[in-house]
């Protein structure tokens, strides 16, 4: 579990570091330049998120449950998870009205990632991660609404609802390859029992 906790506390650490420590970071991009800063950034996000998977892993092994969840609670993360695979997808296209009206789709798409799994798992390990990674969603978006009230945030502009429908098809392409296949194989639990 330590592990676990370790990954959490530097991974999503990492990614709060705009929020919580904007002067270490801008000393950092001084110090070190854009590409640089972006670089070691890069490198320490990758090495605190294997170390996040593995102590995931670890930790599902000997942790116990808070709670059972009905079994008809995965339907509705399944279905939450195609929602969120939606908004990340239009996360990384040109914005189309998803990425306008959401303003920020991929903190939403990790929200709506975290609470689908919180509602289909009670293990200790899942509440911990799937929690931490809600509360991160939920402090990210307050802190990017407050930058984008102060002027310190452009939003994307509207460039076409075509990239709506790229999303939607994209999004429920990589829905159903992880909903029946990936899931099972890479996390090894189906999310619909066949």
């Known amino acids: 579990m330590a592990l676990l906790i370790a990954g959490i506390i530097i991974f999503l650490g990492l990614h709060l570091i705009r929020v919580i420590a904007p002067d270490l970071r801008q000393s950092m991009?001084?110090?070190?330049?854009?590409?640089?800063?972006?670089?070691?950034?890069?490198?320490?996000?990758?090495l605190s998120?294997?170390?996040?998977?593995?102590?995931?892993?670890?930790a599902r092994q000997v942790t116990g449950v808070l709670y059972t969840p009905p079994v008809?609670?995965?339907?509705?993360?399944?279905?939450?998870?195609?929602?969120?695979?939606?908004?990340?997808v239009a996360s990384l296209l040109p914005a189309g009205r998803i990425a306008v009206?959401?303003?920020h789709p991929m903190v939403l798409s990790v929200?709506?990632?975290?609470?689908?799994?919180?509602?289909a798992n009670g293990e200790t390990?899942?509440?911990l991660l799937f929690g931490a990674?809600?509360?991160?969603?939920?402090?990210?978006?307050?802190?990017?609404?407050?930058?984008?009230?102060?002027?310190?945030?452009?939003?994307?502009?509207?460039?076409?609802?075509?990239?709506?429908?790229?999303?939607?098809?994209?999004?429920?392409v990589v829905w159903a390859l992880i909903t029946f296949k990936l899931h099972e194989l890479l996390i090894g639990v189906a999310p619909i029992a066949m």
């Open 29 to 46: 991009i001084d110090r070190l330049g854009e590409n640089g800063w972006k670089g070691v950034y890069s490198v320490l996000s990758i």
């Open 49 to 58: 998120l294997i170390l996040l998977i593995y102590g995931f892993g670890q």
């Open 72 to 88: 008809w609670m995965a339907h509705i993360a399944v279905t939450l998870m195609l929602i969120a695979l939606i908004c990340l």
């Open 101 to 103: 009206k959401t303003k």
């Open 111 to 119: 929200k709506i990632w975290a609470f689908a799994h919180l509602l």
């Open 125 to 127: 390990s899942s509440v």
């Open 133 to 172: 990674f809600l509360a991160w969603g939920v402090i990210l978006r307050i802190a990017l609404k407050r930058r984008e009230r102060a002027g310190g945030l452009t939003l994307r502009p509207f460039v076409s609802g075509k990239y709506d429908l790229y999303a939607a098809i994209i999004g429920v």
